[in-house]
């Protein structure tokens, strides 16, 4: 009885520790990797951060080596405070906040790719004139896909009395 016990603990011991292994994503600077976002779809890993939006995919593995060179889906971006990934079949979309510098406001940006690779131009979902009005909380905004291929986008926004906003689009995006 005492060997069953021990074999047991091993077993579960051995599967703990599979569970447990870290695998190294990215070399970036510790300060340039905030609000991760992460979803899996067709056997495949999609995350991407706030600060830079880099957008990682790979295996369910993890990498075998860290990435140096992630794709950014929207070069121009000022440096998007918090972001939101989800991977529907082979399309991605990213919603995510910016500073948009030259008309002093916030942008609530949306952007899709079918390929990881090539990415949509960011498309202005919603505009927000005072920063305190927009919460930059990690998880603001919220993306999420439906098997039918519907796209829902939650944030808050609190220029107006009503601070919690559902956005939807019918065709993929």
Known sequence: MKTFFIMILFILCCSLSLLSQDVQITQ????????????????????????????????????STPITSPVKPAPLSYGPYTVSIRANNSTRYITYIDRNVSLQRYDLLFQKSTDGTVWSTPMVLETIQKSNSISLRPDNPILRTSAKGNIYCLYLNYSDTNKVFLLRSANTG
């Open 28 to 63: 970036q600077a510790p300060n340039s990797v905030a609000a991760p976002s992460i979803d899996v779809s067709n056997n495949l890993v999609h995350l991407s951060y706030g600060t830079n939006l880099y957008y990682y995919s790979f295996g369910l593995d993890g990498p």
